[in-house]
């Protein structure tokens, strides 16, 4: 056994003193001020810890934390930060700040505890083998406190209350900062880089310049912990830098890499978010510099081939970094390698082609393998004459075209990327050369696929399936291929010679024009007559919009490809289009819709192909004032939205390469689908509102609407869209455009009527404003056919009762007899919504049919045929209620003696909201004379057993004479009912037995508060005993019991004596 005065550890009494404490929060003293206690939170730094955390001294007020600070803690400490982005679309920019915040450590014991198991090797102060200075021998507890003051977390303490932790950053769960070692008599001061990342409170991993990267902290990673767990509010704190980058459009993107690669690789997060911060300040100095991706930086065409090694492995070094982030967000792309489809692919890196993902250096990586030495390519990009007319078509990757014109057939983006990175480095009348050959060659696909399509059309549209090979879109694509060649041809149609002064020749014949306008400059090089740069870079855009591709899987990747959709369509909107411009969007519309499975616009797409409902909107506004029939053929087209549809065909699986075979037939996870739905919803707004006033465009944008809009509420928005059109107040109704709103209405309560809509009852409205608005004939169309249309409760209270409303005759101007065929289409609905759902419609269906003496008789007898099964004793009341209302008094007695057969009120109900019902049915047979008082008593005493109910009924019998003012307003003899006969007689023995036994079950579980309450009780039940002949008897009798009975009550019975003797 270990001796009792041995002391421990040092590392085990730091950690189990007093302020170390399991009950201890972060940054707060769990008591005693003695050398031994509290020595964790000493220090300068302890209150203003303990004011971070909303740790207050005793004796003060805090405020309550919020709700967003107090769910932001519990899901930083229990879910992984991944989990919280796939489970929600989208996470608010204060909530992700929050969650962050929460994320670091808050225990200072854990970092003690990981931190003890270093034994300070790292110390400088300490001797060799840790030996204690000389100067004679100490007891144990001085040598104790020494080997305690070299434990790092001793010294961290230090560092921190020094003022040694600087440039502390936290980009979301990545800490890091700077500590500075004060210089010794042997040692000069140096600064220590730290890093630490963490994971719902944890601490990941540690990284220190002093050596340190295992799990066991030195002081320097205890400093810059304790710096984040005492002064949180100090620490500059940013979300993960995949947020910042999401916010960055492409050219911002450029900026930002090229001046992080420049910085050294152990400082890339901190310098990254402070160069992001500058990129997004419009003012900053570096927005003023042309940047570059990293395909630019290793495609630079004079880039020596010993620095592209370099590059390659400081890029293979990043991307083998188990945290490095994937091309397209959060999820793997399994895309073959980009430069399979090369020319020089022979000599293309396949191992990237393995890779479970892509990350933001795979490209890169494979660019590496790209050259410039093709001698065809050298030629493009450095010649104006460059040409050969001996053209032969029977080869596939031609040369040059029939022109005599250069073509380049290489992987687009790839290609694409040539363009970006000439640009980048200064080539800008190369890279315009290069993206004319691009864009030539990609125009003479496209004539090639519509002919080969045009061959294969039967046989494709015949099987009614299709293949996509495009396995990658260029619009959203990573590199921006169509944004690329888009950027650089409007960039030389710019009338501006200092910003493109390479193409001087191209600008000679402007004269002294300095507009930035985009113009048709008079350019003839490898373009057709009447081409200009403009042109081609609309063509290009519309190409690539118009292209079939699949949707990628994803959240980050789906959204951009939307993004980047709407960024092209936006530079586009900016460009005034004349007939030149208009004579390329007529050939590229008719281009898409014939170009089969090509294009996004064919006959007959892939069921996971991008819709094409943004596109659309754009073409159709554009060739509308030139080319009505175009413009509404090609919006008609795109407005499917086949991912929605179950019989949709899956793809061509015969053909391996094509890309039915890599995506499944699956119902896809397409987080972007309300976006592209409220898109589709979008195009056939804009179609309705042209079409008003064309019949026929209507009807076809009507069928379109509803083969292809699957929301009920999106087209509930289209059919008030159009009912907002047709009755402008300047014009006359459209009634055409109304009988479409109304058809769309229609579709929407057919869609609606199974399935729970919180909006349902304003549809419903809508709907029979709009049947109004239309006409008489209508309205009367949906009453007949309410069934398919309504739920019963639907059809009465509001279809019906707005119908026949007196605002309903006067809007539609109807004549008598029009009034009363409205009126009888109304009734005839009521009573079949009364037969159908009697316990919900039966009362609308009396009120409704008031005017009608058959029908309302016919109401009246759907009620007592319901009565018995059915319905409910309150419904019973209500409709007993309106009879009286309306002066059916006996029917009024007929339902409420069926409703009191329903009706069960206990001992304790006393405050049951039936007990006015009851009491009125009891005065209703009371005024109808002494008959129909002897049928209800019986009734009574079945149904109620509440005492109190049954003394206020038999006092209110006994107060006049039954059908004191009867049928025929006849009056009655003045002669009062006995209570020793029939019927009251049994309605006392009734309300006397009901108190007896209400007595009996109060004493039961009665407690000394309710005593007096008890007393009470029995008060009233003396009076209701003297109403009988020998009530006085009775109720002495009831006392003498209750006192043998409970005589264990005594300050109870005590009560009762006092008070009845």
Not at 253 to 276: D, N, R
Not at 782 to 800: D, G, H, R, Y
Not at 912 to 931: E, F, R, T
Request: glycine share 6%; proline share 5%.
């Amino acid at each position: 056994m270990a001796e009792r005065g041995q002391l421990p550890h040092p590392a085990k009494r730091l950690c189990c003193r007093p302020g170390y404490g399991s009950g201890c929060r972060p940054g707060q003293r769990a008591g005693g001020s003695g050398p031994g206690g509290g020595a964790l939170c000493a220090g300068p730094s302890s209150a203003a810890a303990a004011a971070a955390l909303g740790l207050l001294p005793l004796g003060k007020t805090q405020s309550p934390e919020s709700l967003l600070d107090i769910a932001a803690r519990k899901v930083a400490e229990k879910w992984p930060f991944q989990r919280v982005e796939e489970r929600f679309e989208r996470i608010p920019e204060p909530v992700q700040r929050r969650i962050v915040y929460w994320s670091f450590p808050r225990s200072e014991r854990e970092i003690c505890m990981y931190s003890s198991f270093n034994t300070g090797a790292e110390d400088p102060a300490a001797g060799p083998g840790g030996a204690a200075a000389p100067g004679g021998a100490m007891d144990a507890a001085a040598a104790a406190a020494a080997d305690e003051n070299r434990l790092p977390f001793r010294r961290g303490i230090a560092l921190l209350d020094g003022g040694c932790v600087d440039n502390v950053l936290q980009v979301g769960f990545h800490l890091s900062g700077t500590v500075t070692e004060p210089a010794m008599q042997s040692e000069p001061e140096t600064v220590c880089n730290v890093a630490i990342s963490f994971d719902r409170c944890k601490i990941t991993s540690v990284t220190c310049s002093c050596g340190n990267k295992d799990i066991f902290y030195c002081a320097h990673v205890v400093a810059l912990s304790l710096y984040r767990i005492r002064k949180p509010d100090q620490v500059k704190l940013h979300l993960p830098i995949s947020e910042t980058l999401f916010q960055m459009n492409r050219d911002q993107l450029q900026k930002f890499v090229q001046y992080l690669i420049t910085v050294h690789h152990t400082e890339v997060l901190p310098t990254a978010q402070k160069l992001a911060d500058e990129i997004l300040s419009q003012n900053s100095e570096i927005n003023q510099v042309h940047g570059a991706l990293w395909m630019c930086i290793v495609l630079n065409p004079h880039c020596k081939l010993e620095q592209k090694s370099s590059w390659l492995k400081q890029l293979k070094k990043w991307n083998s970094v188990d945290v490095c982030p994937w091309e397209d967000g959060n999820h793997g792309n399994e895309l073959p390698n980009l430069t399979n489809a090369l020319p020089q692919g022979a000599n293309a890196n396949q191992d990237s082609s393995n890779r479970p993902h892509r990350t933001v250096f795979t490209r890169a990586i494979e660019a590496c393998d790209l050259h410039w030495q093709d001698s065809h390519l050298q030629h493009i990009i450095s010649s104006d004459l460059y040409t050969n007319y001996c053209y032969h078509d029977d080869t596939e990757n031609l040369l040059f075209d029939s022109q005599g014109w250069p073509l380049w057939h290489e992987h687009v983006p790839t290609a694409c990327a040539r363009v970006d990175a000439l640009r980048s480095h200064g080539y800008p009348r190369e890279a315009l050369r290069l993206a004319i050959a691009i864009v030539n060659t990609l125009r003479r696909q496209q004539q090639k696929q519509l002919e080969m399509f045009r061959a294969q059309k039967k046989e494709l549209l015949h099987r009614g399936v299709t293949s996509i090979t495009n396995l990658e879109g260029w619009v959203g694509h990573p590199l921006d291929p169509i944004g690329t060649l888009f950027g650089s041809l409007m960039e030389a149609c710019r009338v501006d010679d200092d910003s493109f002064h390479g193409f001087s020749d191209f600008t000679e014949n402007l004269g002294q024009c300095k507009s930035l306008e985009y113009q048709h400059l008079p350019a003839h090089k490898f373009l057709e007559e009447g081409e200009s740069y403009l042109t081609l870079a609309v063509e290009v855009a519309l190409i690539g919009l118009g292209q079939q591709r699949i949707m990628p899987d994803g959240l980050y990747a789906q959204e951009k490809v939307c993004r980047n959709e709407e960024q092209l369509i936006s530079k586009l909107q900016e460009i005034e289009l004349d007939d030149t411009l208009v004579k390329i969007f007529r050939k590229q519309a008719v281009f898409l819709l014939e170009g089969g499975p090509y294009s996004g616009l064919g006959e007959v797409i892939h069921r996971e192909s991008v819709p094409m409902h943004t596109f659309a909107k754009y073409l159709f506004t554009s060739l509308l004032p030139h080319d009505a029939e175009l413009a509404y053929k090609t919006a008609l087209r795109a407005m499917r939205l086949l991912v929605l549809e179950s019989t949709a065909p899956s793809g061509d699986l015969s053909r391996p390469h094509h890309i039915a075979s890599v995506v499944p037939n699956r119902y896809p996870r397409w987080f972007t689908l309300s976006h592209i739905e409220s898109q589709q919803c979008e195009l056939a707004s804009t179609m309705l509102t042209a079409a008003k006033g064309d019949v026929r465009r209507l009807e076809t944008v009507l069928e379109s609407i509803q083969k292809n809009i699957h929301s009920s509420s999106h087209i509930f928005k289209l059919a008030q869209d159009a009912f907002k059109i047709a009755t402008l107040m300047d014009s006359l109704p459209d009634i055409t455009l109304l009988k479409v709103s109304l058809e769309l209405g229609l579709q929407v309560m057919r869609m609606t009527l199974s399935t729970l809509n919180w909006r349902r009852r304003e549809m419903v409205r809508w709907l029979v404003t709009c049947a109004t608005e239309v006409g008489v004939y209508a309205l009367d169309s949906i009453m007949q056919n309410w069934f398919t249309l309504f739920t019963p409760t639907e059809a009465t209270s509001i279809v019906a009762t707005t119908v026949m409303s007196n605002s309903t005759i006067v809007r539609l101007h109807l004549d008598c007899h029009q009034q009363e065929k409205l009126a009888g289409s109304a009734r005839t609905l009521a009573l079949q919504c009364a037969m159908k759902d009697p316990q919900n419609c039966a009362l609308s269906a009396l009120t409704l049919c008031e005017k009608d003496h058959i029908a309302f008789e016919t109401a009246y007898q759907i009620v007592l045929d319901a009565a018995t099964a059915g319905m409910s004793y309150s419904q019973l009341f209500t409709i007993a209620r309106y009879m009286e209302h309306r002066g059916y008094p006996m029917r009024a007695y007929k339902l409420a003696t069926l409703a009191m057969t329903h009706l069960n009120l206990s001992y304790n109900q006393d405050t049951h909201p039936a007990i006015n019902d009851v009491l009125w049915a009891c005065a209703l047979s009371h005024s109808l004379g002494k008959n129909e008082l002897a049928a209800i008593i019986p009734l009574v005493v079945k149904s109620v057993k509440c005492a109190t109910v049954l003394s206020d009924i038999l006092r209110r019998c006994t107060l006049t004479t039954p059908g004191m003012v009867g049928l025929h307003g006849r009056r009655n003899s003045g002669k009062l009912m006995s209570l020793d006969k029939a019927p009251l007689r049994q309605l006392l023995d009734a309300t006397i037995g009901a108190y007896i036994n209400t007595t009996h079950s109060r004493l039961t579980h009665i407690s000394p508060r309710h005593y007096s309450e008890f007393i009470e009780f029995l008060s009233k039940a003396r009076e209701t005993f003297l109403m009988a002949h020998d009530g006085h008897i009775q109720f002495t009798q009831f006392i003498d019991n209750l006192k043998q009975i409970y005589k264990g009550k005594k300050k109870l019975m005590m009560l009762v004596r006092e008070r009845f003797g």
